[in-house]
């Protein structure tokens, strides 16, 4: 069964080198909010191993706003570019 974390830093892999290739003007933004996402992460990790419940539930909120948004708003800039390149 594949980690979440894995499965994260694969996905933002492939995105970033996707923006890379197609010369996105916002990827260094991008991926800044990536970055963020994978040391929240890290954290809820360290925190649920130190049994610290009230902390890692604000954790998992967190995480859960920040990938709706992200989802909705960067991506979807993102996808937009995409569609605005000639021959993608
Ligand atoms: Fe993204
Ligand atoms: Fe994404």
Redesign the pocket.
Known sequence: MIKLEDYTKY??DM??ELQDANKYPEIIQ?KI??QEFIDKLTSLKRDSKKDNLLLSLKTVDYLKDWTIN??LE??KD?GEYLRNIEGF
């Open positions: 996905h933002f995105e970033e991008h909010e990536h992200h989802i960067s991506d993102f």
